[in-house]
């Protein structure tokens, strides 16, 4: 821990403990990320006190780490981090300003959605439908034809309930993220999936 600095980094982690109530291993993970920084000045800027941080010198060390080849969700992880550190200390009055204020998280890349070929699900169906007709297969068909027929989630699926698929309607109601409910639409063309009453 940097010795100039100790007693402020201290301080805050004490706040995250006793305060926050937060985890031994996030509060390891904040100083980790607060120390490095510190490191960082006292190396290429020497002794700093807090009040004399600005944002240019954050976004040096943030410049550092992108060339370094940090990604940019560890790269915003450790904004956050200081973010929480000069908040603390600006509101025990050892700042007047926030470095973190004019800084801007970079952008979390997104993965790409994986998804099933048509010819895949086609040659899987086929296989199912030349399986033993037992009630395994059976219901194994109706679960991927249903899967791939409305695009649901895994969880979705796996948590799926009868009383959600209205039979005479051809329709499933389905439970999301947040809690949101929506409607699909079915095709009767479902194994297991027939215009019925219920």
Known sequence: M?????????????????EKRYSAHTIISYQTDITAFFIYLNKNFGKLQLSEITHSFIRSWLADLKENKLTSKSIN?????LRSFFKYHLKRGAI???P???LIAPKISRRLPVF???SETKQLLETLNSSTED?????????????????????????LKEKQLDFARL????LGKGNKERIIPVSKRIPGIKKRNI
């Open 135 to 159: 009630w395994k297969t059976l219901n194994a068909r109706m679960l991927i034809s249903l899967f791939y027929a409305t695009g649901m989630r895994v969880s979705e699926l796996i948590n």
């Open 116 to 118: 099933v070929k048509e």
């Open 96 to 98: 007047s300003v926030v």
């Open 77 to 81: 992880r450790k904004i956050s981090t």
């Open 100 to 102: 973190t204020a004019k």
């Open 2 to 18: 940097p010795e100039y600095n100790s007693a402020g980094i201290q301080s805050f982690l004490d706040y995250l403990k006793f």
């Open 171 to 174: 329709q499933v109601k389905v």
